[in-house]
């Protein structure tokens, strides 16, 4: 294995995430528990919404990827119900909901999440919190994959917007998400760098924090 796939020039860690990602994935049908009280609201306005960071994302698994069609039209639908269950942030009326979804390893729960969090900022959404484990290591690997499959750039320190990467290399016609956290080892939310309006002009703010 480490003769015929292994290239010197990468960190071999780095190689073996990037062979985990490779793999395929295939998503069962849900089963869901919820409360009783919930209000379905996603297909009454489903056409109001420009799910330009949605069809992005999609189109990333397919054509970078190149998982299949089915796996993601399940990602699609499933997480269509969560966001269903999430509350329509549209209205003028408050809501609070909790929601926990629980899946063996490799199963997909980031590509779950991730799908969320894009579906979430287009549904307007303002301000995403991922809270990613108790390490540095662990944060800084769920950042560097959400600059990928959400924002569409590195975010570096000291640059406000870097290189596109990922979803940004698919599409670039989606307007920016601010992330006021970035990919490097000690790149956790400190104090505040700046302050950010949230308002129907900016499409969300998110933080990928321990």
Not at 48 to 68: E, F, G, H, N, P
Not at 125 to 152: C, F, P, W
């Amino acid at each position: 294995f480490y003769e015929d796939y292994y290239d010197d020039s990468k960190n071999f860690i780095e190689f073996i995430k990037e062979k985990i990602n490779e793999i395929i994935i295939s998503i069962d049908d849900e089963t869901a528990i919820f409360e009783s009280g919930y209000k379905p609201w996603l297909s009454k306005w489903r056409d109001k919404i420009c799910w330009d960071y949605s069809d992005r994302y999609s189109d990333y698994l397919l054509s970078v990827k190149d998982w299949s069609l089915g796996t993601v039209k399940d990602i699609q639908s499933i997480t269509d119900d969560i966001l269903d269950h999430c509350g329509n942030p549209m209205e003028k009326t408050d809501f609070s909901v909790k929601g926990l979804v629980v899946g063996d390893i490799q199963s997909g729960k980031t590509a779950n999440y991730t799908g969320l969090i894009n579906k979430a900022i287009d549904a307007q959404y303002k301000l995403i919190i991922v809270l990613a484990g108790l390490t540095n290591d662990l944060r800084s690997q769920t950042q560097k994959r959400l600059d990928k499959e959400v924002l569409g750039y590195e975010t570096k320190p000291n640059i406000q917007r870097g290189e596109p990467i990922g979803v940004g290399k698919v599409s670039s016609q989606t307007d920016f998400v601010t992330c006021l956290t970035q990919s490097d080892i000690s790149g956790d939310l400190k104090k505040l760098y700046h302050s950010v309006p949230l308002s129907e002009n900016h499409p969300a703010v998110m933080f990928v924090v321990k």
